[in-house]
């Protein structure tokens, strides 16, 4: 029993991490259970288990409820955005810290309950994360209410410091999780965009709401349930418009949707003078994967590419999946020169990044070797005007230079220029009549 144990402990995904990932989460588990301990040392009573009830209750009525929803703006990504703190930035205000963490706890309790199969470390991170955004926020509240009241407008202020602080306290440390055990993760994907900061907004919101009502009656956490299932109703409209532009297996944009926005750089690069580039990328060797080591693994890997290329381009560079292993990006305003450089760093980044632990990290799969799983791409360059002056033909270009990096060896860059084209047919004389 005892080697069994010893066992299932060296297969935990959480010895997967770099080192700077291990002691990040480690250091956030052990400081909430500090800080949870110290709070539950300094409580007094149990008064308040009644809110505590009513706020748990409700909360899961609307999780419950929203579940359906949640699963299908849900995305492949390690971050998502829901309106659940609302109910812990609630707690936060009306309870001491102890009962809020007890909150807190009891939620993610049921999360995990429901939520079936999960890597046990990220749902021990994600309560620490809570714990201790719960206890920002308290002691936010608390320092400015002793500043600036608790009357009208001072216990106002107080609840929107509350809100924001457990909303900061949650980003950083997730973002800073994220980034750490997902090498090559852009600001986006660890720390949120637009949409996650509106989500976050909303939910920093309604627990202030949440809280005025709570400090009333704490009954009133059960009318708020019909206001969070059509908020829930109402975040699921992003994603829909975000599902019509998006591949769902890479997070990157459809080919038909870069295309349009591709269309629209050529033109402004046609009016204003200016060069711009096209890259093709295949990923080598992509099938081998699949074959060695699984189809699941090879989703795995393909994100894992598709994030290391989003990361090492520019905000303004519009990067797609073309189909398959390829992916196509275009860079506006870039040059021949520009566009090789670009081309050699994207091809260096992939065959770099440490893949191996990418993908155990989210399959939970530590045996993939970092000496034998690894990925390289060959990319062809074309560039408007000197290769193309329309959309098509940059591609057909970017094509044949792409073919030819593979036929020099792969793993390397080739631009169309140095490619000659395939003499056209001639097309044989008619026959004397």
């Known amino acids: 029993m005892v080697a069994q144990s010893r066992r299932a402990m060296r297969q935990w995904a959480l010895w997967t991490l770099t080192v700077p990932a291990f002691a990040v989460v480690v250091l ?35 999780v419950e409820g929203a579940r359906r929803v949640e699963n299908r703006r849900r995305r492949g990504g390690a971050l998502h955005k829901d309106l659940a703190p609302a109910w812990m930035i609630a707690a936060a205000i009306v309870l001491h810290p102890a009962l809020a963490i007890l909150v807190a706890v009891l939620l993610r309790i049921w999360w995990r309950i429901r939520a079936g199969k999960c890597i046990p470390y990220r749902w021990a991170f994600s309560t620490a994360v809570h714990v201790l955004a719960v206890g920002a926020a308290h002691a936010a509240f608390t320092a400015a209410h002793d500043l600036i009241g608790g009357d009208g407008l001072g216990l106002v202020l107080s609840m929107v410091a509350a809100g924001m602080t457990y909303v900061v306290t949650d980003t950083v440390l997730c973002g800073l999780a994220i980034s750490l055990i997902l090498p090559g993760s852009s600001w986006r994907e660890a720390f949120g965009g637009k949409d996650d900061l509106c989500t976050d907004a909303t939910a920093a919101t309604f627990g202030c709401l949440l809280a005025a009502a709570c400090l009333v009656s704490p009954w009133f956490a059960f009318v708020a349930i019909p206001i969070t299932l059509t908020a829930q109703r109402a975040l699921l409209l992003t994603q829909l418009e975000s599902e019509v532009q998006t591949d769902p297996k890479t997070s ?21 003078s200016e060069p711009m580039a096209v890259l093709l990328i295949d990923i080598d060797h992509f099938k081998q994967v699949n074959d060695r080591h699984g189809h699941l693994v090879g989703d795995e890997a393909l994100r894992a590419v598709a994030t290391i290329l989003r990361s090492a381009i520019r905000a303004k560079d519009v990067i797609g999946r073309f189909g398959g292993e390829e992916f196509v990006i275009a860079l506006p305003d870039t040059g021949l020169d520009d566009a090789t450089v670009t081309a050699d760093r994207l091809r260096n980044a992939v065959a770099a990044s440490p893949l191996a632990a990418m993908c155990a990290g989210v399959l939970d799969d530590p045996d993939l070797d ?64």
């Open 28 to 62: 956030v588990d052990l400081a909430a259970v500090g800080y949870a301990v110290q709070a539950f040392t300094g409580l007094p009573s149990w008064r308040g288990l009644d809110v505590v009830f009513a706020l748990t209750v409700s909360a899961l009525i609307s």
């Open 370 to 433: 970092p000496d034998t799983f690894h990925l390289t791409v060959s990319i062809g360059v074309a560039v408007y005007p000197a290769d193309g002056i329309t959309v098509d033909g940059l591609l057909l270009r970017a094509d044949r230079a792409m073919y030819a990096a593979k036929a020099a060896g792969r793993n390397r860059v080739r631009l169309a220029a140095d490619v000659v084209p395939p003499p056209r047919p001639v097309p044989a004389p008619a026959a004397a009549s």
């Open 252 to 272: 990157l944009t459809r080919v038909d949707w870069w295309r349009r926005r591709t269309e629209e750089l050529l033109r402004t690069a046609r009016n204003q």
